[in-house]
């Protein structure tokens, strides 16, 4: 993982007490993880601030912030910046039923699948990208779509249910 300065430096040295997650606040994936990662037994506390706000911009004022709204980022309390895929670790490393699963991925082999789950999260997040704004598939009644506590999402092809015809 890399910290914001040359190695060696006092930062990246430093012991990590508290770490700051620079999430997209307009991102449904990312307020997602964001609320599953707050519910997390931690061992190191993680903070949650919206990147490129007004806090994050004060906190940080060194950081490219349009660059935090395309990637996730992960600041320590001594300054170390993690970034992509170490951003990633760093944050699993801080929560206690996760920091195994942390070690692993920050080994040679475990960084490729790390890399892979963030280039699938950053392929599913353009998706949603649509029109200079979030969303654009959103699961409605109207299309055919029902949630079944036990099986999630369900569709049926409106005007086809029980109709006997088949589709296509």
Known sequence: MTGPTAPGSTADRAPV?????LYDADCSLCAFLRDWLVRQPQLVPLE???AGSEE???RYPGLDHRATLE???VVGDAGQVYRDTAAWIVTLWAL???RPL???LSTP??????RGAVLAAAKWRGAQWQGGQWGGTVYRRSDGWAYDPGR???HTPPGCAGTGRATG
């Open 17 to 21: 007490r508290r770490l700051t997650v």
């Open 56 to 58: 994050a911009r004060r």
């Open 48 to 50: 949650m601030v919206p």
């Open 109 to 114: 082999s475990g960084a490729r699948l790390a």
């Open 96 to 98: 206690r039923e996760h």
């Open 102 to 104: 942390a070690h692993r």
């Open 71 to 73: 990637e996730i980022t």
């Open 152 to 154: 999630g999402w369900v």
